[in-house]
């Protein structure tokens, strides 16, 4: 890598990481300010090999990518040019990337998860006001029980659809890793690769739509 292509992806890295930083931190500031945060606040954000950090503030996980960088820069400027200095910098900047796909996904993502976790929460707060009404009717205690063994298997189910999303966004960020590092010959079939993921990502998110409503109706039409 030249020296003014190391520079050029320095620069544009910093850049992008600057814009991330502060749509995390406004992402984490709203989150502060949702109740259903809590039901999730303890949920891995990514995978451990991709990050060190374990938190549930994006921006947190934006420092430690803007903290490999600076490390990045200093240490390239520091070795000596040779093909070691040529492969160290090729797999750092990839690492860099990948991590920065991930955080911009996280940003992504953030919304319809935490509308999902709503949907939760506000589910279990009216299961927690109708039950004080349970004990008024042997009738009534049937129905709560019957309204949340359906929710549990569609909370149940949506759970499923996120985990699988999250592994879907793992295996797109490893082929795009994949697809930097490979010689151009075999970027077609990565790319293809990348597209069919992108697509089974698509579907799983229409999916977790069509639970999420589903969710809705149950509590509407059963807990009345």
């Not at 063994?149 to 797109?172: G, I, K, N, P, T």
């Amino acid at each position: 890598m030249s020296n003014l292509r190391y520079e050029a992806a320095i620069n544009r890295l910093s850049t992008l990481l600057e814009h991330l930083f502060i749509e995390a931190q406004a992402t984490d500031e709203r989150n502060s300010k949702q109740k259903s945060h809590r039901l999730i606040e303890n949920n891995n954000l990514f995978s451990p090999h991709l990050f060190t950090t374990q938190s549930d503030k994006i921006c947190e996980y934006v420092n430690e990518t803007k903290a490999k960088l600076i490390e990045f820069s200093r240490l390239y400027n520091t070795s000596a040019d040779n093909a070691n200095k040529v492969e160290f910098a090729k797999l750092s900047l990839v690492k860099i990337e990948q991590q920065i796909s991930g955080l911009m996904n996280a940003i992504q993502a953030n919304q319809p998860m935490h509308q999902a976790a709503q949907i939760s929460f506000d589910a279990r707060k009216k299961v927690k006001q109708k039950a004080t009404q349970v004990q008024k009717s042997e009738q009534y205690n049937k129905l709560a029980k019957a309204v949340l063994l359906s929710s549990h298997q569609l909370y149940q189910q949506l759970a499923e659809h996120h985990e699988f999303e999250r592994r879907l966004m793992d295996m797109v960020a490893e082929r795009e890793q994949q697809r930097i590092k490979t010689k151009s010959a075999n970027n077609d079939k990565l790319s293809q690769e990348v597209l069919a993921l992108h697509q089974r990502l698509g579907r799983c998110r229409k999916a977790i739509s069509t639970i999420e409503r589903n969710i809705e109706l149950a509590e509407k039409n059963n807990l009345r």
